[in-house]
């Protein structure tokens, strides 16, 4: 059961445009004096449902000095202006900031290091396929190493023995993956049930039903300045060049003045691995006019080598592509021969060598790599 709490009638309709929704299980806590953490981003919808909930909890007696801001950042994979951006975010709400960031990096770092592990995992054949820097809509670990891995963890030490409920500023309207998220739900990734500290964390998604009309009309309303990206034309703001952003949202990030170094050197990066930034297109498709005449052609040479790699991929034995517990087959000869030509394409692309450069040296490794893997999991089985 959801409780729905109704703000002014902005749009004069029947329905409140504003409304935004909670549980008992985050009332109870909340009339218990849980501390309850705004996560900033810069974005229009966290600054919208930051301030309708704000209103929410201070009519429900719950007091400000519980009440924190937080924000990760992601270093030079943000818009220049998102520091300062969330900082007026956090002004605007009252709400003190605390601002977390990875130890191992920022999120450039990450897509650089995942490269270079993945070519030297390639080399060992510890890969079947090579792998890209990117991040994809499947595997997101831009949010999930680089937010929620080190913000979580802060707060539950930070308020270890309380009751933390997270805010985040999630809307159905979104996407088809957010269409069914949950209003609230105990979060027990950092805060396991029953720890001996006592500690307790809970996701609220208040404004879950909002709509994108709302969010804009909230944000002027309640003071909350929007981000540099919405005003240049940007339909979501993220970090400058998201993996999950629209054609239009990249043009406008790639032409903000502030975005240049970082727009080039991912298309560098794109051009260095063959990998395009998203699946269906390359960066540097977006604003080509911007690449130095030597990056267009090296991004040309990378589309040809991607095209290229794909194509001997194909050929490749589907049975001994990546499944969990890989491999689970021995390569035959004829099999091992298929695999050790096409790795010889893909490994002359970057300048490299392996030392499982034959069929048989291939079915070896692949059979240790098997054998291994197998005495793993009976050992964790018994």
């Not at 090296?298 to 290229?308: G, Q, S, V, W, Y």
């Amino acid at each position: 059961m959801t409780v729905q709490y109704r703000q002014a009638d902005f749009f004069s309709q029947s329905v409140d445009p504003f409304a935004i929704q909670s549980t008992p299980m985050i009332d109870e806590a909340v009339r218990n004096g849980a501390r309850v953490v705004f996560n900033l981003s810069g974005g229009k919808d966290c600054g919208a449902i930051s301030a309708l909930t704000m209103r929410l909890l201070d009519k429900m007696g719950h007091s400000r000095e519980r009440r924190i801001a937080i924000h990760a950042d992601l270093g030079r994979a943000e818009w220049r202006s998102t520091p300062a951006q969330v900082e007026q975010q956090a002004l605007a709400l009252g709400l003190q900031l605390v601002v977390v960031r990875a130890a191992s990096g920022d999120l450039v770092d990450r897509f650089e290091n995942r490269w270079e592990r993945g070519l030297g995992q390639y080399i060992d054949l510890s890969l079947y396929n090579l792998r890209g820097p990117w991040s994809s809509p499947s595997l997101k670990f831009c949010q999930s190493e680089k937010k929620i891995q080190v913000m979580g963890p802060h707060l539950a030490r930070t308020f270890k023995g309380e009751t933390i409920i997270n805010v985040v500023g999630i809307r159905r309207e979104e996407s088809t993956g957010r269409k069914n998220t949950e209003v609230a739900k105990l979060d027990t990734r950092f805060a396991e049930p029953g720890n001996r500290a006592g500690t307790t964390m809970m996701l609220w998604h208040p404004g879950v039903d909002l709509l994108v009309d709302a969010v804009f009309a909230a944000n002027v309303q309640h003071g909350i300045p929007l981000a540099e990206s919405y005003q240049l034309g940007a339909s979501r703001h993220s970090c400058a060049f998201c993996i999950m952003a629209s054609a239009n949202d990249l043009a406008v990030a790639a032409n903000a003045p502030g975005n240049l170094w970082l727009y080039r050197h991912y298309v560098s990066m794109e051009a260095k691995t063959t990998f395009s930034f998203q699946h269906v297109r390359w960066l540097g498709d977006v604003a080509p006019d911007l690449l130095t005449p030597g990056l267009a052609a090296d991004l040309a040479r990378a589309k040809h080598l991607a095209a290229e790699r794909r194509a001997v991929e194909a050929q490749m034995p589907a049975r001994h592509r990546y499944v969990k517990g890989w491999p689970l087959h021995v390569p035959t000869y004829d099999e091992a021969q298929i695999i050790c030509d096409a790795r010889h394409t893909i490994l002359r692309q970057h300048g490299a060598t392996s030392p499982y450069d034959s069929p048989s040296l291939i079915i070896d490794r692949i059979a240790g790599l098997k054998a291994t893997g197998e005495a793993k999991r009976a050992r964790l089985a018994a």
